[in-house]
């Protein structure tokens, strides 16, 4: 999964059925970034992203089983390694620019 991030538009989401590698790209500046109420900053290299808007992000895959264990394999992988925020809800990823 790869959050793409911009200056011009909101967070979108690509390669949703890719779960062995979540992270953010962005294609400008990191402090124009444009965020919304499911993807924030987290630091300067990460940012939060609210765990069902990643699942419900990859809808070609929401009804497929195997994506369904493996989004929830990444997820608990992502709590042993404690990249969970407070309330659970969201999962931190690394930003990669492009």
């Not at 959050?3 to 953010?24: E, F, G, M, N, W």
């Not at 630091?43 to 419900?56: M, Q």
Request: charged share 30%; hydrophobic share 40%; net charge negative.
């Amino acid at each position: 999964m790869i959050i793409v991030l911009r200056a011009d538009t909101p967070p979108r989401l690509t390669d949703a059925d890719r779960l062995d590698r979540l992270h953010a790209e962005c294609e400008t500046e990191l402090d124009t970034i444009q965020y919304d109420e499911f993807v924030r900053q987290a630091d300067d290299g990460h940012v939060w992203a609210d765990i069902d808007w990643l699942r419900t992000s990859g809808l070609a895959q929401v009804g497929d089983p195997e994506f369904a264990t493996n989004f929830d394999t990444m997820i608990a992988y992502a709590t042993k390694k404690g990249w969970m925020d407070e309330t659970a809800t969201s999962v931190r990823a690394h930003i990669a620019t492009a």
